[in-house]
């Protein structure tokens, strides 16, 4: 009976340590999943703030090229407001003109 104890005992005891050795390998592997996924988190932070980067970065250069086309457009509309007092006066000179011809015409006429 002291061989079925001693080998009851070194089963036992074995038993017990394999339980131990699994439930630490679970501990570790859980540990290891719990890095991974905060790897893998700091990851995707990293891709969205530099994705969010570039996009400002070409928001900006997009933002500027706006500006310049602005700046030109509002020299256009300088000159063109500039024409467009010219020809209005030359306009109201020509209404003048007309105006004075045809009271000519009228005195003519009587």
């Known amino acids: 009976m002291t061989i079925l104890q001693i080998f009851g005992a070194v089963l036992g005891a074995s038993g017990v340590w394999k339980v131990v050795e699994i439930l ?8 290891l999943k719990k ?3 905060n ?3 700091a990851q995707a932070n990293s891709l969205v703030v530099e994705n969010y980067k570039l996009w400002t970065e070409n928001m900006d250069r997009r933002i500027k090229e706006l500006e310049s086309k602005n700046v030109s457009q509002r020299k256009r ?3 063109l407001e500039s024409k467009n007092a010219e020809m209005s006066q030359t306009i109201i000179k020509q209404r ?5 011809l045809e009271a000519e015409i ?5």
């Not at 009228?106 to 009587?110: A, F, G, I, L």
């Open 106 to 110: 009228k005195k003519y006429k009587k």
């Open 35 to 37: 890095a991974e996924i």
């Open 96 to 100: 003048e003109r007309i105006n004075e």
């Open 39 to 41: 790897n893998l988190n």
């Open 24 to 31: 630490i390998q679970f501990k570790m592997q859980k540990r």
């Open 77 to 79: 509309i300088g000159k």
